[in-house]
Nanobody, 115 residues
Framework: QVDLVESGGGLVQPGGSLRLSCVDS????????MGWYRQAPGKQRELVAS???????DYADSVKGRFTISRSNAHNTVYLQMNSLEPEDTAVYFC?????????WGQGTQVTVSS
């Protein structure tokens, strides 16, 4: 069973930071990759960052140099450190886990960047 639970969203001023966490109920190694997606109002869901079991990492161009994805296998947790946040980063952020052709999603956490 896969149970992804996100936390860490909230309201932050431009230039601020947040750290999102995604905790799974089981071992992260059963997934091909884990990642964070986001969906802003009226827009399609987009990949923000992903990390594989071999720690190969990929970022969307819009967040490179500002966001950092990491994982703690001991805690079954994937993190997204978000620095220098911009209003354009406002969205619901979803944790994703991929196993073969199956994708699993968390419930999402709202991130709002506004002064």
């Amino acid at each position: 069973q896969v149970d992804l639970v996100e936390s860490g969203g909230g309201l932050v001023q431009p230039g601020g930071s947040l750290r999102l966490s995604c905790v799974d109920s089981g071992n992260l190694f059963r997934f091909n990759a884990m990642g964070w997606y986001r969906q802003a109002p009226g827009k399609q869901r987009e990949l923000v960052a992903s990390i594989g079991p071999d720690y190969i990492i990929d970022y969307a161009d819009s967040v490179k140099g500002r966001f950092t994805i990491s994982r703690s296998n001991a805690h079954n947790t994937v993190y997204l450190q978000m620095n220098s946040l911009e209003p354009e980063d406002t969205a619901v952020y979803f944790c994703n886990a991929q196993s073969g052709h199956e994708h699993y999603w968390g419930q999402g956490t709202q991130v709002t960047v506004s002064s």
